[in-house]
């Protein structure tokens, strides 16, 4: 039995929740990852795994030795990385976690430029509006929006400041009026972010002076793709990321309004940062990717 392989065997399985999942992910077969398994639980001589028809899951032993493996392997892998770092290029697998407008709309299109300028990096890029666990899922680094949140294993490292626009297409204007003051936003249809029911408020702060508007509209969602579309479909007015819509606004098909203002200004604590863990911190292949989501949200 290849120990090293039985070990990462089991981390798939244990991460994934399945056997077949885990021989997919390394694409192997099934029945490879079940020998390695049965090999690696005969020589502990314990049971990691508890088996039924429908699922798999750990037992207390598997629980504690997948802890203690998954830093062992992270740390391995990051020893190898260190020695391709050490000639300054980006070298090897990466495995990144980005929240899925960022991802699709900001990084997507320049990633093919990313790999070409880095030939020797193979990206395992994963969309996902959820925070993901870095150690058990081994992903080297993670791209979140918001406010930074303390976590004692995690190094947390500013990219960019995130700014938010409101927008609408020249077409909804036209039809509906220039709103002239932030008050007037309460009169249109305005697309917000599902994060409560019933109207929010926008705050606009100008000369000293905050002003916060309730604004209402018929649709509300949790994904910024979805509001994009919609007010590239005339359907209102939206605030929206800068880096999700600049690229609209300098092609002039979506307007931005109130630039005079800075747009919710209580949110400034608010911004794109990447997490790793601290093995990963002099990891040539991490700083390579974070130069890169740094260039993709670099003004134009």
Known sequence: MDKLQALRAFMDVATSGGFSKAAQRRGVATS?????????????????????????????????????ITRLLSDLDEADGSVSDAGAEAVGPLRVSVPVSFGRLCLGPHVAGFLRAHPRLTLDLLLSDTAS?????????????????????????????????????????????????????????CLRFAYQAGPQRWSFLRDGRVQGVDVNGRLAANNADILREAVLGHGG????????????????????????????????????????????????????????????????
């Open 133 to 189: 666990d870095l150690a058990a899922e081994r992903i080297d680094v993670a791209v979140r929006i918001g406010t930074p949140a303390h976590h004692p294993e995690l190094i947390v490292r500013p990219l960019a400041a995130h700014h938010r626009h409101v927008v609408a297409s020249p077409q909804y204007l036209a039809c509906h009026g220039m709103p002239a003051r932030p008050e007037d936003l309460a009169l249109h249809e």
């Open 32 to 68: 490879s990852v079940t020998r390695l398994i049965d090999g690696l639980e005969a020589s502990l001589g314990v049971a990691l795994l508890t088996r039924s028809t429908r699922q798999v899951a750990l037992t207390d032993a598997g629980a504690a030795y997948l802890e203690q």
């Open 237 to 300: 007015i939206a605030l929206l990321a800068q880096w999700l819509v600049e690229d609209d606004v300098r092609a002039g098909r979506l307007q931005r309004l109130f630039a005079e203002y800075e747009i919710n200004p209580q949110d400034q604590h608010v911004n794109v940062h990447a997490a790793y863990l601290p093995n990963r911190r002099h990891s040539r292949k991490v700083q390579a990717f974070l130069e890169f989501v740094q260039q993709c949200l670099a003004p134009a």
